[in-house]
């Protein structure tokens, strides 16, 4: 394979020393023009003279120009080097025994950045794992890294969804895993992200340790992750709701494939509409919106949503209650979104603590020259 070079502009050759994996258009030297969108392409310092990294070209005149794959180095091989970041991301979970444990066969593989592999996000349920391309680079190079994940994973029965475009080896009609000992069905083909969230695992389990015999609401409740480890964790009634009746069909599914049905219930419902007639005896809340700040520009209204939707719960809450909320959009600081929290008690007469700061699971790994790759983010709040 013949891969393009380009030189970095008189100045820039320190972009790169952070390790932050984008190289923006302003970096490229003019004489070395950019080549097709998702070519691979060996970075030379301004002068070249220096091997400064490989990377995956953007759309032509895109801000973000080039993502890089590796740094310091001009790989010759794309295959190989699937297959060695792709060995690497493996090992690192089961590391932490994600891929052995017998009681959690859903996990994230590969997370884009935090994998040095930007652009690529990989989710493993059980014998089933599904691809997210988010760049071109990644959808010219799926057929490498469907053989490196099957290289890796080195499992015969191993079927692979590529989003938007299919299976590779059998298809499996429904995909289940398991969470924490939780049966679980992910909806790979039409449901949201890859089909679950797996990046919830570690506060759903907190949610269940805390369950025990309470009334729990678990709103914009996707298929019922929080629901059914509440369930499991002994909560005496649990409430799902989620704007999505897909969604919620799929959490009474969940119920009652777990056996737990006489506990659980769903409403089809907008949350902020819910929230005015909240019962007052929800002793365990969980907020799990979506993304409110898609973008910089629109985090001042974020702010005001994330303020509005914990004031209507912490208003009906009662004493002694626990709060479990969340942010997942990239954009809101883990300070901002606590301040917004801060003032929806203050909004409401109520006295909270903050017990506990939450953040993203060892499967999404966040690297040192990539904070941006830090998006969810969440509090335990106990109600006075
Ligand atoms: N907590 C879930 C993931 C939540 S994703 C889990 O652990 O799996 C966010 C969910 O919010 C989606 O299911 C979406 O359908 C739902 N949603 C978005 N806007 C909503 C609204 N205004 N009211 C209720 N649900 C909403």
Redesign the pocket.
């Known amino acids: 394979m013949k891969i393009a070079s380009v030189r970095l502009a008189p100045g820039r050759d320190q972009a790169l020393s952070r390790r932050h994996p984008w190289i923006f258009s302003g970096a490229l030297h003019r004489a070395t023009p950019l080549p097709l969108e998702g070519s691979w392409v060996h970075v030379f310092s301004s002068d070249g003279t220096q091997t400064l990294a490989t990377a995956h070209a953007q759309a032509t005149g895109a801000n973000i120009a080039l993502k890089v794959l590796a740094f310091g180095e001009h790989v010759a091989d794309p295959g190989s080097f699937y297959e060695e970041r792709i060995r690497r991301a493996v090992a690192y979970r089961r590391n932490w025994g994600l891929g052995l444990a017998p009681h959690t066969t859903g996990f994230r593989l590969v997370f884009g950045e935090g994998d040095g592999l930007p652009g690529l996000v990989v989710d493993q349920y059980g014998t089933a794992v599904v691809v997210q391309c988010h760049t071109e680079g990644m959808r010219k190079d799926v057929p490498l890294v469907v053989s490196a994940l099957r290289a890796a994973l080195e499992n015969p029965e191993l079927s692979v969804f590529v989003q938007d475009q299919g299976w590779d080896g059998t298809p499996q009609s429904s995909v289940h895993f398991l969470e924490n000992g939780i049966a679980y069905t992910s909806d790979v083909e039409a449901g ?1 992200k890859t089909g ?2 797996l990046d ?1 695992r570690d506060h ?1 389990a907190h949610v269940g340790r805390l369950s025990e015999g309470k009334k729990v609401v678990n709103l ?4 019922g ?2 629901s059914l480890a509440a369930l499991q964790g002994g909560a005496r009634e649990v409430l799902s ?4 009746a897909r ?1 919620c069909a799929l959490a009474e599914t969940h119920a009652a494939q777990n056996g737990w049905t006489d506990r659980h219930r769903s409403v089809v ?4 509409d819910y929230l005015k007639e909240l019962p007052t005896d929800a002793e365990l809340v969980v907020l ?3 993304a409110f700040a898609k973008r910089k520009s629109s985090s001042h209204n974020a702010m005001m949503a994330y303020k509005r939707l914990n004031a209507m719960a912490l208003e009906r809450m009662p004493s002694g209650g626990l709060l479990f909320t969340f942010s997942c959009s990239q954009n809101v600081p883990v300070a901002q979104f606590t301040d917004a929290v801060r003032a929806a008690a203050y909004e409401v007469g109520r006295e909270i603590r903050l017990v506990e700061t939450l953040g993203q699971p060892v499967d999404h790994p966040v690297v040192a020259g990539f904070p941006e790759g830090a998006y969810l983010k969440g509090l335990l709040v106990s109600v006075d």
């Open positions: 949201q679950f969230f919830q759903r914009f409740s996707y298929t992750g929080f709701v989620d704007s999505s969604a419902s907008d949350a902020f799990d919106p979506p």
